[in-house]
């Protein structure tokens, strides 16, 4: 079975650019989570959907942040004008069903504002 | 504040040691799993462990819901064993999945 698809797996940006990043979950698998992952840190949440659904966007920075999940598969997320503060591993992973299923993540995109 | 607090935060080993990780959580929770982040930053599951304790190889996690914690046993360590280890929590009632900041593991010949 193949896992969490990532693409790019490395982006270098200067401040104001913008970038996407793109997500293919495990088959059949309805929710898929964004994270984000500083130097030295965990992985922190930034969005979660439930099929197309967005059930917890709270941790998105919105006015620069956004993430789609059009027909629940494929997921993009997208920073329109890149920060330094943003430079970080951007992961995504996905489970199946309730919260008690466990978590399958991709390799992630390593990010780099200059 | 930190809902799932690791330690330690780092460890050195000489190859063949033993190592006790631990991840304890601030609130109550459904489950948690332990992740392994490879130097090049891919994750990989260890263990899904709602409860109790589960082994593989020479990897063995114990986990006490009731008492908010849980625990990752290394033994006869290896130097592919060096990078990060992660525990994650899951809440009661909803999706959300909070993670600790990791064990930063160094294995030395």
């Known amino acids: 079975e193949a896992g969490v698809t990532q693409s790019p797996r490395y982006a270098v940006l200067q401040e104001g650019q913008a970038v996407s990043f793109w997500c293919d979950p495990i088959s059949g698998h309805d929710t898929l989570y964004w994270y984000q992952q500083p130097r030295d840190q965990g992985p922190q949440l930034l969005v979660y959907?439930?099929?197309?659904?967005?059930?917890?966007n709270s941790q998105l920075p919105s006015d620069r942040f956004s993430a789609v999940r059009p027909k629940g598969t494929n997921s993009t997320l997208k920073i329109q004008s890149a920060k330094q503060g943003d430079t970080a591993t951007y992961l995504c992973?996905?489970?199946?069903?309730?919260?008690?299923?466990?978590?399958?993540f991709g390799h992630g995109t390593k990010l780099s504002v200059l | 504040g930190q809902q799932v607090q690791q330690s330690p935060a780092s460890l050195v080993l000489q190859e063949g040691e033993n190592a006790e990780l631990q991840c304890n959580f601030s609130t109550s929770l459904n489950s948690m799993q332990w992740f392994y982040q490879r130097p090049e930053g891919s994750l990989v599951s260890l263990f899904y462990n709602p409860s109790g304790t589960k082994q593989s190889g020479r990897l063995t996690s114990t986990t006490v819901i009731k008492e908010r914690r849980s625990s990752l046993h290394i033994s006869s360590s290896q130097i592919t064993d060096s990078g990060t280890y992660l525990c994650a929590m899951f809440r009661n009632n909803n999706n959300r999945i909070f993670f600790g900041d990791g064990t930063q593991l160094v294995v030395k010949p």
């Open positions: 959907f439930r099929d197309e659904a967005v059930i917890d």
């Open positions: 992973a996905s489970s199946f069903g309730d919260s008690n299923e466990r978590l399958f």
